[in-house]
């Protein structure tokens, strides 16, 4: 890693606001790394600035560009600790390969995110539920207008202060019965732009209805419950922790991943299956599915009050503030915040950086 003395005199200048809010702030320093003839470059620690790109790099065209989201928690004095972070460097890589984009080694993704974990240790908020988000990216930066994979990249890492990324404390969320996230056989299961482009006329519609989120249902049917926009989603059936299992038009959340093992270890029941949009509502009607919540690195566990069609009808959960997702969340900001040891290999503890 290169570190810059002009990075150094960002982070010496940078002034923490007081209000931050959720992706709004920025680390003054980001990691940087060009990929060129076959080969990635050295990765390079320098002040957070704009990019320079020509108007014809492939990214703008054709939209080659994946992303991940990951948090290093400073809770208590303890840390910084990265949460799982190498899981972060599988699925990238899986993303890469589905967007013919080459693969980046782990060792170097997490280098690039502890490193700027480490220098920018004292930007990290301290409260519990706060964090420092952190953003790796990967960009196609060639300039041609050719309709052919790029071969040249350019592999990025920011990082942002944050707090809560929902206001309210429950979600309203819309059963989307028109529109498509994902389909099979597509890049749903990458972690990449246009995945999320496609959900933002739904989210228009959201809004416009006054709900929270969109739940979306898969492509071919719209019948079976897919995840949320980028989030998963889970219920509480019969007693049983209950998610749509993995196809290839879901993403493999992180956390939905812990949450089912943390789960296990608590002694509840869990299922990993089909969910029918139809079932689910007669379940929450007759009160035998009595809660949901969406998960995701931003989000954590966050409850959902209930589902809405489009003509006004509404499905409201017996629980709408989610004993079952309250106590996992509780559960799972211990281990990520240090009060708890959680399973072997979970957290990182990075060492803050001196700087004079």
């Avoid at 990214?59 to 208590?76: C, M, N, R, S, T």
């Avoid at 996230?181 to 749903?188: E, Q």
């Avoid at 089912?260 to 035998?288: F, H, R, W």
Wanted: aromatic share 8%.
């Amino acid at each position: 890693m290169e570190i810059s003395q002009a990075a150094i005199q960002a982070i010496q200048n940078f002034k923490m606001p007081a209000e931050f809010g959720f992706g709004k702030v920025l680390s003054p320093v980001m990691v940087s790394c060009d990929y060129k003839n076959g080969a990635w470059g050295p990765l390079e620690l320098v002040p957070y600035a704009p990019l320079t790109l020509k108007p014809v790099a492939k990214v703008f065209h054709y939209g080659q560009e994946i992303f991940e989201g990951l948090k290093a928690y400073a809770v208590d004095g303890k840390g910084p600790l990265l949460f799982r972070p190498e899981q972060n460097a599988r699925r990238f890589n899986l993303s890469a390969a589905r967007m013919a984009m080459p693969l980046i080694p782990e060792e170097m993704f997490l280098s690039a995110v502890e490193t700027l974990t480490s220098y920018s240790h004292k930007f990290i908020p301290t409260k519990t539920g706060e964090s420092l988000y952190i953003r790796p990216f990967m960009i196609a930066t060639e300039e041609s207008l050719g309709i052919k994979p790029s071969e040249e990249f350019k592999f990025l890492v920011v990082a942002s202060p944050s707090g809560s990324y929902f206001s309210s404390g429950t979600l309203k969320v819309l059963i989307e019965r028109e529109s498509t996230r994902a389909a099979p056989g597509g890049t749903g299961a990458a972690k990449t732009g246009g995945n999320y482009a496609a959900s933002l006329v739904s989210a228009q519609k959201v809004q416009k209805l006054g709900y929270s989120q969109t739940l979306w249902l898969d492509a071919k049917e719209h019948r079976k419950i897919e995840e949320m926009s980028g989030m998963n989603f889970f219920a509480v059936v019969n007693g049983v922790l209950t998610t749509p299992m993995l196809t290839d038009s879901i993403l493999e959340g992180i956390t939905r991943k812990s949450i089912l093992q943390i789960a296990v270890a608590e002694g509840y029941k869990i299922s990993e299956e089909s969910m029918d949009i139809g079932k689910l509502t007669e379940q929450i009607l007759s009160g035998e599915c009595t809660e949901a919540f969406a998960c995701g690195t931003a989000a954590i566990i966050t409850p959902i009050a209930s589902l809405h069609e489009v003509d006004g009808t509404s499905y409201s959960f017996k629980d709408s503030e989610g004993k079952l997702g309250a106590v996992l969340r509780g559960r799972l900001l211990d281990i990520q915040e240090g009060r708890s040891p959680g399973p072997d290999g979970w957290m990182r503890t990075i060492h803050p950086a001196e700087i004079d």
